[in-house]
């Protein structure tokens, strides 16, 4: 039986509701997009794109906006505007060495020196304000030397107890789910720890030996004695080597073993490895700077965690209340987070999003844990128009291979952040396109130089950008574009991606041809 045109009307109109607005795009832009996700490579790829105009809401071009993706480090954009947003951009961090008596006559402490971690990711030598020339400072201990300068000051000369680093204000599971083993060996996957020393990392920096058959000579930064180095390399006269340098960290026996080749031309390697208890790794580093000032220390250095078993509950508890100390010997205080949060971004600092997502379950929910974290941030989200059933996030870093997020949710987090009070604060926490960050060689030859500004991903098979654009006509777009399962090189793909924003860079809104259904996109969140 056939339908009456007034039936059919009603039907399509029905469809029109169920679907959604269809967005007006950039006919042009689109053409010119399809060409580029059109190469053969490409297209066994999963692209997900989304391109929308700050000023009047509409969409400037969009492909499986709202396709689940693994976002890699996009995840930081999510974290950290959960951070500024909770915690405020001044908010700030101590690291404090207390103790549970005053000091005696002779400038004696009769119990244990406790170092306390008060969740200041650069708690280093790191150089903040973020500087894009120099990442750290030319002395590792720097902090720790203050820390045990300001003690000695005020009149510290012997502990009878031990130096213990209390890392308690987070619940202590160092890992989240979705980080693989291989992870933990190196900085990137940093054990997270409210007292986090040097990134929780230590440089390992190799060199070729004396003459060839000799054993590589290494040196240790920040030189603590945390690690047992077996040195089982070997210097190579080739320029060419049979085996390349490995690895293996044993962490229930502090060791190291590192074995392969190097060759004798080799001007070097470095080779930056985790920590796996990150209070203990600070406790060493106190107690040798103590004693090298002249501090007697008749215990040994420990670590004090929060266990997970401790915990009632991950997902949030009664107000966090810290412990008073009758002694406070000295205490660094960090930047604000607005700084803090643009070396998270910039340098895609993987342990510094896991701490700030933490510290925001610490501060309101009163339990210093991932779930916490994560459950303020499901919170932070639908204040921002976000539906549940856009996001699944695991970790605050982006390293979890559980993370999903759609192109669409990223584009709304970031509009809303754009409509924000916090809008200097958070686009200038993100790469400047040719400049510095992550994207400090990227862009830097072509129109988006200076004119984007965005967090970069990778992982196996995925990468990632989303940020904003300045056109050079002066509009504002938010875009974000995630690509994964690709079975090509990941430089391919990333060139892809910077050919598609540059792309929509030197797009003109002329191309644009509005229609009714895009004005209803354009009054969305």
């Given at each position: 039986m056939m339908m009456k045109p007034m039936a059919l009307r009603c039907l399509f109109l029905g469809l029109l509701f169920l679907i959604g607005p269809v967005a007006a795009q950039d006919p042009v832009l689109s053409h010119q997009v399809e060409q580029i996700m059109d190469r053969p490579a490409a297209r066994r790829a999963f692209w997900g794109v989304q391109f929308v105009d700050l000023d009047t809401g509409e969409v400037v071009y969009q492909n499986y906006e709202e396709k689940l993706f693994v976002p890699a480090s996009n995840a930081k954009l999510y974290s950290t505007a959960l951070a500024l947003t909770r915690l405020g951009p001044d908010r700030r961090f101590a690291t404090k060495l207390v103790a549970d008596e005053q000091l005696g006559e002779s400038g004696g402490i009769q119990g244990d020196l406790l170092l306390i971690g008060g969740a200041d990711p650069n708690f280093s030598s790191r150089i903040v304000p973020y500087n894009p020339k120099a990442e750290y400072g030319d002395d590792p201990l720097e902090p720790v030397r203050r820390l045990a300068q300001q003690a000695y000051d005020r009149g510290l000369r012997s502990v009878a107890g031990n130096i213990v680093g209390d890392d308690s204000r987070f619940v202590w599971t160092p890992y989240p789910e979705g980080w693989s083993v291989e992870d933990s060996t190196w900085s990137y996957g940093a054990p997270v720890s409210s007292l986090s020393f040097n990134d929780n990392r230590i440089e390992i920096l190799v060199r070729p030996g004396a003459a060839a058959g000799q054993p590589?000579?290494?040196?240790?930064?920040?030189?603590?004695?945390?690690?047992?180095?077996?040195?089982?390399?070997?210097?190579?006269?080739?320029?060419?080597?049979?085996?390349?340098?490995?690895?293996?960290?044993?962490?229930?026996?502090k060791a190291v073993r590192l074995w392969g080749d190097i060759s004798v031309r080799s001007p070097g390697r470095e080779l930056s490895i985790a920590v796996d208890d990150p209070a203990l790794f600070a406790a060493i580093a106190l107690k040798q700077e103590l004693e090298r000032l002249g501090v007697e220390v008749a215990g040994t250095p420990a670590a004090k965690h929060y266990d997970l078993a401790e915990a009632p509950d991950l997902k949030g508890g009664p107000p966090a209340t810290l412990q008073a100390y009758p002694l406070e010997l000295a205490s660094i205080e960090s930047a604000p987070l607005r700084e803090i949060i643009k070396i998270t971004n910039k340098t895609s600092q993987n342990l510094h999003a896991e701490m700030l997502l933490r510290e925001v379950g610490y501060s309101l929910r009163g339990v210093g844990s991932h779930e916490a974290g994560i459950e303020e941030m499901r919170t932070f989200l639908k204040e921002a128009g976000l539906s549940p059933w856009e996001f699944f996030l695991s970790?605050?870093?982006?390293?979890?291979?559980?993370?999903?997020?759609?192109?669409?949710?990223?584009?709304?987090?970031?509009?809303?952040?754009?409509?924000?009070?916090?809008?200097?604060?958070?686009?200038?926490?993100?790469?400047?396109?040719?400049?510095?960050?992550?994207?400090?060689?990227?862009?830097?030859?072509?129109?988006?130089?200076?004119?984007?500004?965005?967090?970069?991903?990778?992982?196996?098979?995925?990468?990632?950008?989303?940020g904003y654009a300045t056109t050079l006509d002066g509009r504002h777009l938010a875009f974000s574009i995630f690509v994964n399962?690709?079975?090509?090189?990941?430089?391919?793909?990333?060139?892809?991606?910077?050919?598609?924003?540059?792309?929509?860079?030197?797009?003109?809104?002329?191309?644009?041809?509005?229609?009714?259904?895009?004005?209803?996109?354009?009054?969305?969140?």
């Open positions: 590589a000579t290494l040196r240790l930064e920040p030189s603590v004695g945390y690690y047992a180095v077996h040195n089982l390399t070997r210097t190579a006269t080739t320029r060419t080597v049979a085996r390349a340098l490995s690895i293996e960290l044993k962490p229930e026996q970790d605050g870093s982006g390293l979890s291979r559980k993370d999903l997020v759609s192109p669409a949710a990223t584009v709304k987090l970031l509009r809303h952040m754009w409509n924000s009070p916090l809008r200097e604060a958070y686009v200038e926490s993100l790469a400047t396109a040719g400049e510095d960050g992550t994207l400090d060689w990227r862009f830097s030859r072509s129109t988006a130089k200076s004119r984007v500004s965005a967090k970069t991903g990778t992982l196996s098979h995925v990468t990632a950008l989303s399962n690709f079975g090509v090189s990941t430089s391919y793909i990333r060139n892809l991606v910077d050919q598609i924003v540059i792309a929509a860079v030197e797009s003109t809104p002329s191309n644009v041809t509005a229609t009714e259904p895009a004005a209803a996109v354009a009054g969305g969140p």
